[in-house]
Each structure stands twice: as C-alpha cells, then as structure tokens.
C-alpha cells in the first residue's frame, strides 16, 4: 500500500506561480512513476506530468510544456509541480499518481487539491 498526499494548491491570479507537493509513504518502493493529473469540471482527468522513479524521465501534457516542471525528491519521497505562467483553462483539481510495479502497473491516487486561477 502506497499513500499520496498532496499540498500547495490555491488561488492564484493568471500570470501568477504555484508549486504543488505530493509526499509518498507505505510501501515505497514499489513505485515506478510518479505523476500529477488534473480533471476541470465537466471534463476527463487528464495527465499533466509524469517522473520515472529511477531514472527520472519526464514527459509533459503539450498545454503545459514551458510551463510546468515535474520533479522529483527521492529521499524525502515527494514529487513536486513547479506552475508557471498560469492560465484561467489550468483551474482544476490536481491528483498526484503513483505507478506501483513495472509490469503491470497499478495505479494510486492521492485525494488532490484544488487549482483555481482567476482572470
């Protein structure tokens, strides 16, 4: 078991910069990715960012690409989203996602926090 805990959203003006936090605990070392999704109202849960746990591989929904960084903390077992230039369309519950084992991956997900960016 794997549990993910998010922090860092809020409010923030278009323009403006938010780092969201997602701090992993239990069994972490059958994590093979981490990620954050975002699903506005009304529509599907999309990925945003995703790290692989060893290598640190990433790759980026191309909305946010030059915007937001994904990275990664393995001591501390936490997993950041550095927001910038944010946008009124990047409103949005943010999930953070656990990829537990390689060969059949099972996913896990933290209970997300809320992104809101006013115009």
């Known amino acids: 078991q794997v549990q993910l805990v998010e922090s860092g959203g809020g409010l923030v003006q278009a323009g403006g910069s938010l780092k969201l936090s997602c701090a992993a605990s239990?069994?972490?070392?059958?994590?093979?990715?981490m990620g954050w999704y975002r699903q506005a109202p009304g529509k599907q849960r999309e990925l945003v960012a995703r790290i692989t746990t060893r290598r640190g591989f990433t790759n980026y929904a191309d909305s946010v690409k030059g915007r937001f960084t994904i990275s990664r903390d393995n001591g501390k077992n936490t997993v950041y989203l550095q927001m910038n230039s944010l946008k009124p369309e990047d409103t949005a519950v943010y999930y953070c996602?656990?990829?537990?084992?390689?060969?059949?991956?099972?996913?896990?997900w933290g209970k997300g926090t809320l992104v809101t960016v006013s115009s």
């Open positions: 239990g069994n972490i070392f059958s994590i093979a990715a």
């Open positions: 996602n656990a990829d537990l084992g390689t060969v059949v991956p099972v996913p896990c």
